[in-house]
C-alpha cells in the first residue's frame, strides 16, 4: 500500500496550491479519503474528508471556502485545492484512507508554507 503527496511547497499568502495524493495497493475507490495537518508544536487535525464516491465532502471550519477536495477514482488519486492560503495553514499535510469512522493507510507527508 502507498500513498504519494504531491504539490506541496513555499507559496505567498493568498496564493493557492493543489496538493495530489496518488494511490495504489488497495482498492482506492472503497475508501473514504481524508487530507489531515500538523504544524508545529499543534496535534494533527482533519483538514477536509470525501466519501468513496465523492458525494459526499466535509472541511474543517478553518478552511471552508477555501480548500476543495475531490478525488479521480479513474486515476486513484485524491486532491486538495486550496486557495487564499494564510500562514496559519502552514503545516505538513498528510493524506489518509479509511473507513467511514477508521483509518487505515498514510502517507508519508508533505510541506506547505505560506510565508511572505
Do not use: H
Not at 496550491?17 to 508544536?41: D, E, V
Not at 478553518?62 to 488519486?77: A, E, L, M, P
Amino acid at each position: 500500500v502507498q500513498l504519494v503527496e504531491s504539490g506541496g511547497g513555499l507559496v505567498q499568502p493568498g496564493g493557492s496550491l493543489r496538493l495530489s495524493c496518488a494511490a495504489s495497493g488497495f482498492t482506492f475507490s472503497n475508501y473514504y479519503m481524508r487530507w489531515y495537518r500538523q504544524a508545529p508544536g499543534k496535534e494533527r487535525e482533519l483538514v477536509a474528508l470525501i466519501s468513496s464516491v465523492g458525494g459526499t465532502t466535509n472541511y474543517a471550519d478553518s478552511v471552508k471556502g477555501r480548500f476543495t477536495i475531490s478525488r479521480d477514482n479513474t486515476k486513484n488519486t485524491v486532491y486538495l485545492q486550496m486557495n487564499s492560503l494564510k500562514p496559519e495553514d502552514t503545516a505538513v499535510y498528510y493524506c489518509n484512507a479509511g473507513g467511514f469512522t477508521m483509518s487505515y493507510y498514510w502517507g508519508q507527508g508533505i510541506q506547505v508554507t505560506v510565508s511572505s
